[in-house]
């Protein structure tokens, strides 16, 4: 079988990913994608427990049922709309590229070695075609093609399948790829489907391919292909770049607790300030909560005060909300995913104090957040000049002056995610008390990567995930076929 046209971005791609082998990958990244499987079952577990989870599973079956391509789909919906999921840059990777290797291994009886390298080859290959477009329209889980590349790819590694297969799926898949309406995403429940459906139509994709379906190898790249609609700014460099040398894996965050783009440095300061001031009144006695940020996390706000404040605002939009996460960490000392449904939702008191919580650009953070390498710092960086009008546009002119114009990462070995937050409780007669943390409990930098384990074992003990499975994913790379078909059903058994 044969590529139509010439060699393109994508079978440069494929062809090593396809190749990719356990002895390839550096220990560091074996370590950040174990932490990465057992993160993304405890959001998984997580989803199972809400009613909405519920539902999705009376639509479509079991997380783990004898159809792995259905399989992977119901694990990719259950792990994401929570916010619970694993991001990097680029993307919101793990709905895909743990779920559909999850699926695929247990079907095909792989052992955790096999598993974990079908993990990291998804990464990659969703990363960096998240990276190529991730100067346009679609931001996190609005980028549906991160999933629809991730399950491509999760899928043919544990296949085993070759290049020139890998290259079909992905331009079949990217040939008809998923555009989100954002009025839809953030309405009613269709944002629960916003990464099963991508896997489901990237399943397919897969099928055609090893049938012998042919597409077009220059689909990124080509003027008229993927990236000419789907970035403002074409990174179709970002594809192939430093393949085997810049991992994209080592960008990862890990999600502590569920929350939107910017929520998570914002509630990490209520939590410390809870804390640190026990005996305060942080309910009445409050006159105004002032959360400063940068232009990321305020943009997140307006788009989701558009879509309704208050008890009755849908489940889709209330992971995005700072002012009501804020109010409930000030309030209850902790955010949950129990803090997303009823009671809770419709508990007065919260709504009470969000309605007094102000969201403020701070200038310096957004310089932050652009110098880091995730969510879109090291794309501006490797799009040099080009990124100028798109950086206007985003941040405004003055930040897009700010910002330094710098060489691209030879490596993300130490990359940040700097999405930061001030957090500015008032109070009467004028005490005040204020928290600020630059870079998130989880997120990328030099805290996360020396605990993440820690991190993601506690989570999952959160969620309710027992001993013995998360004991099983601390040494993935070793197991059998039968020790990681017993962490999948203990994972997300009992629930």
Known sequence: MTA?????????????????????????????????????????????THPLGRRLVSAFGEPLQGDPARSAAVLAGLGSWLNLDDTAYAGHLSNSTVATPLAYARARGLDGAAFLTAVVAANECAARVTAAATLGPFRGQTAAHTSLVGGV??????????????????????????????????????????????????????????????????????????????????????????????????????????????????????????????????????????????RY??????????????????????????????????????????????????????????????LVEDPGMTDDLLASAAPFGAAVRQAGGRAVGWLASFAGRDAARRTAAAPPEETFEAATKHTGSRVTVRWGQGRTATARRDVPIGAAGEETRARHGELVREKFRK????DEAAALCARLEELSAGELAALAEGALGGV
């Open 4 to 48: 139509v046209g010439h060699a393109g971005r994508a079978a440069e791609l494929a062809g090593w990913a396809a190749a990719l082998r356990p002895g390839d990958l550096p220990d560091r990244v074996v370590a950040l994608a174990r932490s990465q499987v057992l993160s993304q079952l405890a959001a998984i577990r997580t989803g199972l």
């Open 153 to 294: 790819a999760g899928r043919l590694h544990c296949a085993g399948a070759p290049a020139a297969t890998w290259t079909h799926a992905l331009g079949l898949a990217l040939t008809m790829p998923p555009w989100t309406l954002t009025h839809g995403f953030l309405s009613g429940d269709a944002r629960v489907l916003s990464a099963l459906t991508p896997v489901r139509a990237a399943m397919d994709a897969c099928d055609a391919a090893e049938a012998g379906l042919t597409a077009a190898a220059d689909v990124l790249e080509h003027p008229e292909g993927f990236l000419a609609r789907f970035a403002v700014v074409p990174l179709p460099e970002a594809v192939a770049a430093g393949l085997g040398r810049r991992w994209h894996t080592d960008t990862l965050s890990f999600k502590v607790r569920p929350g939107g783009p910017g929520v998570d440095t914002a509630v990490d300061c209520a939590l410390r300030l809870r804390r640190e001031l026990p005996d305060a009144d942080f309910g009445e006695g409050v006159e105004e909560v002032l959360v400063e940020t940068s």
């Open 297 to 358: 996390t305020t943009y997140v706000g307006r788009l989701a005060d558009q879509h309704g404040h208050g008890p009755d605002t849908p489940a889709s939009v209330l992971p995005l909300s700072v002012p009501y996460a804020v109010a409930t960490a000030l309030l209850t000392g902790d955010l949950s995913v129990a803090d997303f449904t009823e009671p809770a939702v419709r508990d007065p008191r919260r709504w009470a104090l969000a309605a007094r919580v102000r």
């Open 463 to 466: 969620a309710g995930g027992p």
